[in-house]
């Protein structure tokens, strides 16, 4: 079956960077565009970045230029690299095959000092 599993999350003080990853098994990776997607507490969930089959990417405003989307088809992994990370991208993030059923499990990401 298929399954997406992020990993990477974890605490960091605000101006520092995380790197997260989605692994991909059970589906052929490289046909699906894939989105990083982030839900805080008492918010609804948002997408964050997304990537094409073909390499096309698209950030939400919020953090435009401070993160980064790309993707491996060969690992089957997609990747979202984080910078400057402010108290308000505190989340969980969750991948997703894009207009699909297909989630990952997430990742809680905190920033604060």
């Known amino acids: 079956q298929v399954q997406l599993v992020e990993s990477g999350g974890g605490w960091v003080q605000p101006g520092g960077s995380l790197g997260l990853s989605c692994a991909a098994s059970?589906?052929?990776?490289?046909?699906?565009?894939m989105g990083w997607y982030r839900q805080a507490p008492g918010k609804q969930r948002e997408l964050v970045a997304r990537?094409?089959?073909?390499?096309?990417?698209n950030y939400a405003a919020s953090v435009k230029g401070r993160f980064t989307i790309s993707r491996d088809n060969a690992k089957n992994t997609v990747y979202l690299q984080m910078n400057s990370l402010k108290p308000e991208d505190t989340a969980v993030y969750y991948c997703?095959?894009?207009?699909?059923?297909?989630w990952g499990q997430g990742t809680q990401v905190t920033v604060s000092s």
């Open positions: 997703r095959a894009e207009s699909t059923f297909y």
């Open positions: 059970g589906m052929i990776f490289s046909i699906y565009d």
């Open positions: 990537i094409t089959r073909g390499g096309i990417t």
